[in-house]
């Protein structure tokens, strides 16, 4: 079983950047949990209706991300992830280029996982 959610973690964290690049609002909608909690390179707690209305209304948009480094671990229903994501975009009129830490609790709910807890940090070179 462990093997299996570490794979749909994977799986769903291709989508999810997939989805973030093409402001995706379906696969957003099903990718992020009700419940979640997202706290953005700046510090702010933003929910699951705050991100998708962002990328709705064109205040973030995202050229290209590239991850790298990821590292997945499964615990019980929760699979952790720790990435870093080369990010291109604009968020809120300002350019928000550069290279992001970034860390996501996946919840495993019947057949398909979803994010209930994220965190950005800026990486400094």
């Known amino acids: 079983m462990e093997h299996t959610l570490i794979q749909a973690v994977i799986d769903a964290e291709q989508q999810l950047r997939s989805a973030m690049v093409c402001s995706n609002i379906e696969t957003l909608h099903d990718l992020l949990a009700d419940e979640l909690i997202f706290i953005n390179h700046l510090g702010h707690r933003v929910s699951k209706q705050e991100d998708i209305a962002l990328h709705q209304s064109g205040l973030l948009s995202i050229t290209s991300i590239a991850l790298s480094g990821m590292q997945v671990h499964a615990y019980g229903d929760c699979g952790l992830v720790h990435v870093n994501a080369d990010i291109?975009?604009?968020?809120?009129?300002?350019?928000?280029?550069?290279?992001?830490a970034f860390s996501r609790v996946w919840l495993k709910k019947g057949q398909k996982v979803q994010v209930i807890s994220a965190q950005s940090t800026p990486v400094v070179a």
């Open 88 to 100: 291109t975009a604009n968020y809120q009129g300002a350019e928000s280029n550069g290279c992001f």
